[in-house]
C-alpha cells in the first residue's frame, strides 16, 4: 500500500449525544439549517447513529478511529466538527486554534490532546487559543485547507480566518500562505475554506468561481497544478451539496475519499473518474449531522503523527506545550 502525507490513516471523531445546529454559528454559516426537520431529540438519536455509524465504516475501510463522546454537558452542539479546535502534523507538532463562538472554545477537551500524546510522538504543542482574548481567530483545518505535501495552506479570508493568527501558524509549522477572497452566489464569503476545497495527493477539487479575484482564482489553480494534481472544478449546487467538504484518507487496501452521501451523488461521471484513479469513493450518510452546516471533513480531524511502537513507553508527559498568546 502506498502511503501519502497528504492522506492519514488515523483520525479524530466525535459522537454527540445532543447535537443540535449551533445558533451561535448561524449568523456567517450559510450551510447551516437552524430549523431542524424533527423533534430535538429525535435530531440528537440521528445524529449519534450517523457518526457511530460513519466510524464503523472508516474502520472497516482499515482507517484507525479514535471515537470520543460529548455528552453535551458543557453546551457543545457543533461537538462533531473537532477539526475546527485542533490539527497534527508530520514530525510530532500539534496546534490548538481560536474559536469564533463562544460555545465552540469549550469543545476544546485535554482527554483528546493526552490521548494523541499517548498513542503518537507528539514533541511539541502549539496553543493559539489565547488570541480569541484579542478577537483573533483561526479555526484549524476548516479555515485552512493544508497541502501537507507541498505546505501550502488554501484560505479563504472570513472573520474565522485572521491574517495575523494565520502568518503565526504558518511561520510555526512551515507553510506557504495562498490567501483569497471569496463570496457565493449572494455575495456573501465562504465561513470555511474546507466547504469550498479539498486537496488530495493525486487531484484536487474546489468551488474556484467562488473565488473573487479572476487573478487570484487562476494563481490557485496553478499552484495547484504545479504540485501535480488534476484540478477538478465544482459548480455553486455541488458546493451547496458539500461535494468540497470530503477528506482523502488512507486505508488498508489504499487511499478512500471520505464525503457524504449527499456530495458524492452530485459528482459526475468525469469527475469520479478522476478521483477514482487515485482513491476509491468512501460515501457516508449523515444528512443530520449537515443540518448543522458542515459535512464529513469536518468531522474527521486527521492525524498526522507517527505512531509509538507496542509496547514503548509513553513518555507523553514531557510533551512540550507552547502557549502562544
Not at 39 to 52: F, I, K
Amino acid at each position: 500500500m502506498q502511503s501519502s502525507a497528504q492522506a492519514p490513516s488515523a483520525v479524530v471523531m466525535v459522537r454527540p449525544h445532543r447535537f443540535r445546529p449551533n445558533p451561535e454559528t448561524a449568523a456567517d454559516n450559510t450551510f447551516q439549517t437552524l430549523t431542524p426537520t424533527q423533534h430535538a431529540a429525535e435530531t440528537a438519536r440521528r445524529a449519534h447513529a450517523e457518526v457511530t455509524t460513519a466510524a464503523a465504516q472508516l474502520e472497516a475501510a482499515g482507517v484507525r478511529v479514535h471515537l470520543f463522546d460529548d455528552l453535551g454537558e458543557r453546551n457543545t452542539p457543533d461537538a462533531v466538527f473537532p477539526n475546527n479546535w485542533f490539527s497534527t502534523h508530520a514530525g510530532g507538532h500539534v496546534a490548538i486554534y481560536p474559536m469564533v463562538a463562544n460555545n465552540r472554545r469549550r469543545e476544546r477537551r485535554s482527554d483528546v490532546i493526552e490521548l494523541l500524546k499517548a498513542e503518537y510522538r507528539v514533541q511539541d504543542v502549539i496553543d493559539y487559543s489565547g488570541l480569541e482574548a484579542d478577537g483573533v481567530y483561526l479555526e484549524g483545518t476548516g479555515a485552512m485547507v493544508l497541502d501537507h505535501i507541498a505546505r501550502v495552506a488554501y484560505t479563504a479570508l472570513s472573520n474565522r480566518a485572521n491574517p495575523v493568527a494565520l502568518e503565526r501558524f504558518c511561520t510555526h509549522f512551515n507553510y506557504e500562505p495562498m490567501v483569497f477572497a471569496t463570496a457565493d452566489t449572494q455575495g456573501r464569503p465562504c465561513y470555511h475554506t474546507n466547504v469550498m476545497l479539498c486537496v488530495g495527493t493525486a487531484f484536487a477539487m474546489g468551488g474556484f468561481h467562488m473565488i473573487t479575484d479572476a487573478a487570484r482564482r487562476d494563481a490557485v489553480r496553478e499552484r495547484l497544478h504545479e504540485t501535480g494534481r488534476e484540478v477538478i472544478e465544482l459548480t455553486a449546487h455541488q458546493i451547496g451539496e458539500f461535494a468540497g467538504n470530503a477528506l482523502e484518507l488512507t486505508g488498508s487496501q489504499g487511499r478512500v475519499l471520505a464525503l457524504s452521501h449527499r456530495a458524492e451523488a452530485s459528482l459526475t461521471p468525469a469527475q469520479r473518474g478522476t478521483i477514482e484513479r487515485s482513491a476509491r469513493l468512501l460515501p457516508l450518510a449523515v444528512p443530520t449531522v449537515e443540518q448543522a452546516g458542515g459535512s464529513v471533513r469536518c468531522m474527521l480531524a486527521g492525524v498526522h503523527l507517527a505512531r509509538r511502537r507496542t509496547g514503548a513507553a509513553p513518555g507523553y508527559a514531557h510533551a512540550a506545550v507552547t502557549a502562544e498568546i
